[in-house]
């Protein structure tokens, strides 16, 4: 089995800082990659046999792909400042990306053929909700749902304040059962407001033939190949994480871990 949390490294030629690959992560479907570019520098790709979805996750960029090009979107100073821009890229194409400023970028990944044309997706056509209530609150930013036009990927921006539990109760997407259940790869990429903070997460399966428990620290990311993973954010530190999810149907259906679902049923009387 692979290694399910992958740390942050200093930045390759390319600006490439963290990369998950199907033939790294041990599965099919979702690719997931960062990279810090500085001001000026370009990273240009081919997608091959993948849509990608582009998420301006800090700074300033231009971005040319398929005959469309976007100036100078972005402006988020930290992953905790409002809706991200995003940019979909469908399969057999190429795109490039030249940051105006200190730039981060996440490089989201999943199998497709190019039935879809290239997107902007702005702040204004990112889905809001809050789930959860008392200590178990998130704040939800769908980039890419399964309510709107890809192929394989599906991508979430979630912030957790201090103090709550996020993918809680624990639940998983690890049964190809739809409409019950669907199976889901899934990358985790932690970021901490203060940064020197850490969180915790948990992957485990009924049969605990995984179960492992990370301090996920400031740029880490976690694998969920299969199994329930909820996450928790310490006091004092807000907890965001960027979710890549991908499989052979293209819809989010979870089982909670019934140990746990007690939690969210309605309280009897």
């Known amino acids: 089995m692979a290694e399910l949390r992958v740390k942050t490294r200093t930045p390759d030629a390319s600006g490439k800082v963290l990369s998950v690959t199907p033939e790294s992560a041990g599965w099919k479907h979702v690719g997931f990659e960062m990279f810090h570019l500085a001001p000026g520098q370009s990273l240009s790709d081919a997608t091959g046999d993948r849509e990608v979805c582009l998420v301006l996750v800090t ?79 998130r704040l939800v930013y769908n980039i890419l749902p399964d309510t709107e036009p890809a192929e394989s990927l599906l991508v979430v921006e979630v912030i957790t304040p201090g103090g709550n539990w996020s ?57 969920v190949p299969r199994g329930y993973h909820p996450v928790g954010a310490p006091h004092g530190y807000d907890l965001y994480y960027l979710n890549v999810m991908a499989g052979p149907t293209r819809q989010w259906r979870f089982k909670n871990d019934p140990a746990h679902e007690w939690i969210v049923k309605p309280k009897a009387g």
């Open 59 to 137: 700074g300033t960029a231009s971005v040319t792909a398929g005959g469309e090009r976007f100036a100078g979107i972005g402006g988020r100073k930290t992953p905790f400042d409002g809706k991200p821009y995003s940019v979909y890229v469908p399969a057999e194409s190429d795109f490039t990306v030249t940051a105006e400023s200190e730039l981060e970028l996440a490089v989201c990944s999943a199998p497709g053929t190019g039935a879809f044309p290239v997107r902007l997706i702005p702040p204004e056509k990112v889905g809001f909700e809050e789930r959860g209530q008392g200590t178990n609150r």
């Open 167 to 223: 993918s809680y109760p624990p639940h998983k997407h690890d049964r190809d059962a739809f409409p019950e259940e669907t199976f889901l790869e899934e990358t985790y990429y932690h970021r901490l407001n203060p940064p020197q903070g850490f969180a915790f997460q948990r992957v485990y399966t009924d049969a605990r033939d995984i179960d492992e428990t990370f301090a996920v620290e400031n740029g880490d990311c976690v694998l």
